[in-house]
């Protein structure tokens, strides 16, 4: 299964998203953190992880915030020592650990280490973790609905690369391939997490009442699928090549994200809530290329992927990058979990 970072270059309203939701994760731990009976594990070290943690420096600041907050709880609790605090920050295995790991601060609070892998699977030792953290990344599922790019299936979703205007057939394929997805992440992670330990996750979500064939990562997917089919056109790619790629990437409404937490049975939802940004900005062709680059080119080609990016360069020139008044745009969801005592 594969898993896809979230890149260092966010676009500039997932950050500013990010950033919102910093207020929500403070005030989520003051208020939901059992040191007493839930932490830590072991008396001297406090276990967190980032889940899809990219390359900085988004990662350094969650997690800075979250130790910060942590403290704070131990504080006011009347605890004067604290726990050692160990952060691991999790990715893919393509991920450039190396550069996360230079440009760490230097005046960090936590100890860390690096741990490969899709978190669709299993990555910690039962019950070692306090808390974990994901930020943008369940957006992206451990692959596109292979039904959609099958040219035979009734599902195949031929001159699109998401189920953004497609078949109804097709968001239903999306919307089943995220409940897979993520009933494979949460089982996982409710073997990892202590009793009692805390998960927050920020995710894009479709908007209340709107269909999968509605929403979409982002206003970006229309110019980028424009500029791949004209190539195709134009028989710069094989059309075939293009009809069987779709973007392995789902925003799930809020009642999808409630019904699959209902449904895996581990977690109480502490929080649910959507913040008060939408977000739908027209990315610059660097954000763009910086979120999808990474996987248009191992299946494009470089080369293929170049042309493409300066094509969708040219379609965007001069577009507004405010929220649409559409349905293309989607809202972030903070949410916090806490794993049930059995």
């Not at 080609?301 to 020139?317: C, H, M, P, Q, W």
Request: with cysteine.
């Amino acid at each position: 299964m594969m898993q896809y970072m979230t890149d260092i270059h966010l676009s500039s309203s997932q950050k500013v998203t990010a950033d919102d939701a910093k207020a929500l994760l403070v005030e989520a731990i003051a208020e939901n953190l059992d040191i007493e009976h839930a932490c830590p594990i072991s008396r001297s070290t406090y276990r967190i992880a980032d889940l899809g943690c990219s390359v900085g420096p988004n990662t350094y600041t969650a997690m800075e915030t979250i130790i910060e907050a942590v403290v704070q709880k131990y504080q006011s609790k009347g605890h004067l020592e604290l726990p050692d605090f160990q952060v691991f920050f999790n990715d893919h295995v393509s991920n450039d650990f190396n550069t996360l790991f230079v440009n760490l601060p230097r005046e960090k609070q936590h100890l860390a280490a690096g741990v490969p892998g899709s978190f669709y699977t299993r990555l910690f030792p039962k019950a070692s973790l306090n808390f974990v953290y994901s930020a943008y990344a369940l957006q992206w599922l451990s692959m596109a609905p292979p039904e959609i790019g099958d040219m035979n299936s009734p599902s195949c979703n031929k001159g699109r690369i998401s189920h953004l205007n497609a078949p109804d057939e097709v968001g239903q394929a999306y919307s089943a391939q995220y409940a897979k997805d993520m009933e494979s992440f949460l089982s996982a992670r409710a073997q990892e997490l202590a009793p009692g330990g805390l998960m927050a996750i920020l995710i894009p979500s479709s908007k209340d009442g709107n269909l999968p064939a509605q929403t979409s990562p982002g206003p970006y997917i229309q110019p980028l699928e424009s500029s791949l089919l004209d190539m195709g056109n134009e028989g710069l790619i094989c059309k075939d090549k293009i009809n069987s790629f779709n973007l392995p990437i789902y925003s799930p409404s809020l009642e999808e994200l409630q019904t699959v937490i209902s449904d895996n049975g581990c977690f109480d939802i502490v929080r649910l809530e959507a913040q008060s940004r939408e977000y739908g900005f027209l990315s610059t062709t660097e954000e763009c290329r910086a979120g999808l680059g990474s996987i248009l080119g191992s299946y494009f080609g470089s080369e293929n992927t170049d042309v493409l990016f300066e094509r969708y360069s040219k379609k965007i020139a001069g577009r507004s990058r405010n929220v649409p008044d559409d349905n293309s745009c989607t809202v972030g969801l903070f949410i916090l979990l806490r794993r049930i005592n059995h």
